[in-house]
């Protein structure tokens, strides 16, 4: 079998990537939905501009609720990243005590 050599670091410089990729896309769609509050009483009162109204806030509604999912899928992400790289560390702590330990036991 080849040699596994995995750059801990690197996974965790990625977890941080994706949590700073988290933050933009939160601060676009930020953004983004301040820019649409502006015009959410640009419809008119009639009967018309009042369905309008109702479209515009339903569409932003649903375009908020994808936005925020795929930013928690993001955080997520990088979380599952870091808990890789932590747990892939703590085995290979684990293992270097117990051969040292075993290493001990037989004199060496």
Known sequence: MADLDLDL?????????????KEEVQ???????GTLAQFADA?????I?????MAHD?????LNECFTTNIEEIA???????DMADGHE???NENAQLFNQLLTE???
Do not use: N
Not at 9 to 21: M, Y
Not at 27 to 33: I, N
Not at 49 to 53: E, I, K, P, Q, S
């Open 58 to 62: 339903a569409c932003t509604e649903v």
């Open 76 to 82: 997520d992400y990088a979380e599952a990243i870091r």
């Open 90 to 92: 703590a085995a290979d």
């Open 49 to 53: 501009g009042m369905l309008v109204g």
């Open 9 to 21: 670091e690197s996974f965790r410089r990625a977890a941080d990537e994706f949590d700073a990729a």
């Open 106 to 108: 037989l004199g060496g």
């Open 27 to 33: 601060a676009l769609l930020d953004q983004f939905t």
């Open 43 to 47: 419809f008119g009162g009639d009967e």
